[in-house]
């Protein structure tokens, strides 16, 4: 290598494609003569050909100097000769990379014959892989004076070699390391490869196997021998589940693939698998004989609302059901079915609705009450659907109910409690009447006997006796008048039930003393029947009476809204309140109530609707709510 300070005495220079022995290793220039058949037949290939070569000098100081590449060198590295010619390698080339190419140049002068290597470099063109070769040429006394180099990109090759070792490496952990057992086989049975769990399953070492026949450890009768036959000679993949040749007491998932070099085995031991499966099947086909020995009809939804299981009472329902959508078959979707039905039958939409709403999971249980005709006339159905969770996903389970007998007999209680409450309202009315046109009147007279009284002057010291006993009897006068304002207000039947509540509250307020406030009224409100609006304004008779009897209030704030179908009273005192924090039905309470609040639940219940009483900070709510429009079948 020259020293870097000193110029390198440099070849001259040789014009592109010029003739190889046109310049002499010392530098000094031949004298011409006619290119040979020779030289033109080496310049044609050292042109032409798919291989990249290059020619180095060999001074006598022992340097290398680039003398020049050929097309597919110059083109492979990106190294032209021009920059190249005449130049050290580390004159024109990263250090490492000099020093690298420098050492394969001086290695190929000491052997004093071809060297071949391969090496990797990283030069203008990319960085490549090569397979180079390099062969020394001598001049008449022995020196070496140029090096013939020749360079194959083998890149590709050496990627796709690392690539197949890596994946065969791969592939050997793989099989290592799987617990199923794996071995290989040649077109005449003969182990050519085998894991170490296939080894122990046949209790052998590997190596105590190999190039021995598969048929001395099993026979060609066994289900597993006519297995590995039958993949051979049909030359198609072969899967199956049976029992074991080697161990009889045991279950294996078996696979064969063919290939040209033989047959590949793999298999695994599943009898503990077996004997799950065969614990689910029989806990399957005793759920499926539960719920096909219930009565009413039954199904199973995915989080999808895919059927995924049914009864056979289901099964007998789908003549009737499907046309309403509350029936489909196993692997159909329910939601999207009752969708499809709604566009014909209003159910069908609402079941969809109920039933979307347990699958996103805003409800835990969903009902409806449905009419449907069937051979034996029409009959009522109510659909319970109910949500629950396996492994972190909703499914829902739905029955469909025959109550026809229950809603029949529910009729027939809304019309027995329908005519007792009109018997009450007769009553009610008698009453007023009576206590207005006859005890009233009474007490009228026996007032007016007494003003009579006073003024004869009894004398004997009774005037004042007299005076008491008129006051009592102007007393009892305004509560029979208020009684029979309650009992009976003087409302039309043609009121609404707003103008209604206001006409009784003002007479309320005459009569008692109280302050009503009427306020937050929805005015107007949805259109009621008139049993409808009759028993929300008893419901306001009936609290309002509470309220002067035992509240000791002294202003009570009336309202009345609606929701959609819902039509809802609320009346709230601010009176000594009731000695629970929260009443509903079916609460337990040490309070027992009389007729008043168990009859004003009654009749919100006989139109879809309820009643609940709570205690305020001061005083005591009563809500009240009912249906606005013809009975709703949903529950």
């Known amino acids: 290598m020259p020293h870097p300070n000193k110029p390198v005495a440099k070849p001259a220079a040789v014009t592109d494609r010029a003739p190889l022995r046109g310049n002499a290793p010392d530098g000094r220039t031949n004298s011409p003569r006619p290119v040979s058949d020779d030289d033109s037949l080496y310049r044609t290939y050292f042109e032409n050909t798919s291989e990249g070569l290059f020619i180095i ?106 690539e197949l070792e890596e994946s065969r490496s791969r592939l050997q952990s793989v099989l290592s390391s799987i617990t199923e057992c794996y071995y290989t086989l040649d077109q005449d049975y003969n182990i050519t490869a085998m894991n170490a769990a296939a080894a122990a399953w046949l209790g052998v070492a590997p190596e105590a196997v190999l190039g021995r026949s598969y048929w001395e450890f099993l026979a060609p009768t066994t289900p597993c021998g006519k297995l590995v036959e039958q993949a051979k000679v049909d030359g198609c993949v072969v899967h199956c589940e049976l029992r074991s040749g080697a161990r009889s007491d045991r279950w294996l998932d078996f696979h064969v693939y063919p290939s040209q070099s033989g047959l590949s085995i793999f298999f695994r031991d599943i009898t503990e698998e077996i004997a799950s499966r065969k614990q689910v099947e029989d806990a399957a086909m005793l759920l499926q004989g539960t719920i096909d020995a219930l009565p009413a009809r039954m199904a199973v939804l995915d989080e999808f609302g895919v059927v995924t299981a049914v009864n056979r009472a289901w099964n007998a329902f789908a003549g009737i059901g499907r046309d309403i959508g509350v029936y489909c078959a196993v692997g159909e979707n329910h939601v999207d079915l009752c969708k499809k039905a709604g566009a014909t039958a209003g159910d069908g939409l609402r079941i969809a609705r109920r039933l979307e709403q347990l699958l ?72 007023a009447r009576e206590l207005h046109d006859s005890t009233a009147q009474h007490l009228t007279a026996v007032g007016l006997h007494l003003s009579c009284l006073l003024r004869t002057g009894g004398g004997f010291g009774i005037d004042g006796f007299v005076e008491n006993a008129r006051e009592s009897l102007l007393e009892a006068q305004r509560e029979i008048r208020t009684l029979s304002y309650l009992l009976h207000p003087p409302v039309t039947g043609s009121e609404s039930l707003v103008s209604a509540a206001r006409r009784f509250i003002e007479g309320f307020e005459l009569r008692t003393g109280l ?118 079948h949903a529950a």
């Open 57 to 162: 000098d060999v001074t006598p100081d022992g340097h290398f100097v680039f003398r020049e590449l050929n097309p597919v060198h110059e083109q492979l590295t990106g190294l032209p000769t021009t920059s190249l010619q005449g130049r050290t390698p580390h004159e024109c080339l990263p250090k490492e990379i000099a020093d690298e190419v420098t050492a394969n140049y001086r290695r190929c002068i000491e052997a004093g014959s071809t060297v071949r290597y391969e090496e990797r470099l990283g030069l203008p063109g990319g960085t490549r892989e090569w397979q180079t070769s390099l062969t020394p040429v001598r001049d008449g006394s022995g020196r070496t004076t140029r090096i013939l180099g020749s360079s194959r990109d083998v890149t590709d090759q050496k990627s796709k070699a690392r």
């Open 515 to 632: 302050n009503v406030n009427l306020n937050s009224i929805d005015d107007p409100l949805p259109p009621l029947s008139a049993d409808r609006g009759a028993a929300l304004f008893r419901v306001l008779q009936e609290a309002l009476a509470n309220v002067h009897k035992h509240a000791g209030a002294t202003t009570v704030e009336v309202s009345l809204h609606h929701r959609r179908d819902i039509v809802s009273l609320d009346v709230k005192d601010d009176g000594a309140g009731i000695d629970i924090v929260d009443w509903e039905p079916g609460a337990q309470t040490s309070i027992v109530f009389g007729v008043g609040i168990p009859g004003m639940r009654a009749r919100m219940k006989q139109y879809e609707g309820d009643l609940t009483i709570r205690r305020a900070r001061k005083g005591t709510v009563l809500r009240a709510w009912l249906t606005a429009g013809q009975m709703n």
């Open 360 to 431: 996103v999971g805003r409800a835990r249980e969903v009902r409806h009450l449905y009419p449907c005709d069937t051979p034996d006339g029409a009959r009522w159905y109510q659909m319970r659907a109910s949500r629950f969770e396996v492994d972190g996903a909703n499914r829902i389970v739905i029955v469909h109910e025959d109550v026809t007998e229950i809603r029949r007999a529910d009729d027939e209680r809304r019309e027995l409690g329908t005519q007792l409450l009109h018997t009450l309202e007769e009553e009610r009315r008698r009453i």
